[in-house]
């Protein structure tokens, strides 16, 4: 399958492409996150802490999952080696052991903003390539991520 199947130009949908796999990356590494907060959360939030990243994990191996399958459907492999999500991510691993939760919400937070400004540059690139199909995909993933960080930010008292 290349992008010509699906009424795409393969020279304008390359940029696309590219960045979705850049996405995957960070990704990645977002969720390994969110699981390591997950299986580290300690004290008084730890219940309701311990069920939202729960909840954004699986939504974030959901999502990586969509990301991997359009990179396919544009006729592209998608990465799929950690050595490469750990070169070509802009989010930085973390060690969640002995994180305080709020430290941990804070590190969930700017993960979500590097996203978010991912996403943004995703819908520019998905625009100018016509690729409604992308675009559609990743604006509903960034509608989640601003959801949930006002939820978050809110849960942490900040403004």
């Known amino acids: 399958m290349d992008a010509k199947e699906i009424s795409l130009n393969e020279t304008e949908v390359k940029p696309v492409v590219d960045l ?5 990356a960070n990704y990645h590494i977002h969720y390994q996150k969110l699981r390591g907060c997950h299986w580290n959360i300690k004290g008084q939030n730890f219940f ?18 969509e990301i991997a399958e359009r990179v396919l459907t544009l006729g ?29 919400v804070d590190a969930i937070l700017d993960d979500m903003s590097k996203l978010i400004e991912i996403e943004r540059e995703i819908l520019e690139a998905t625009a ?7 675009n559609d995909m990743v604006n509903r993933f960034m509608q989640f991520k601003e959801k949930n960080t006002w939820m978050l930010r809110s849960f942490a008292g900040k403004k």
């Open 20 to 24: 979705l796999n850049d996405y995957l």
């Open 48 to 65: 309701t802490l311990h069920v939202k990243f729960e909840e954004l994990y699986t939504n974030a191996q959901l999502t990586i999952d």
């Open 76 to 104: 592209k492999p998608p990465h799929s080696r950690f050595a490469d999500y750990i070169k070509e991510s802009q989010i930085q691993e973390i060690d969640t052991i002995g994180m305080k939760d709020l430290d941990m």
């Open 128 to 134: 100018d390539a016509g690729d409604d199909g992308s």
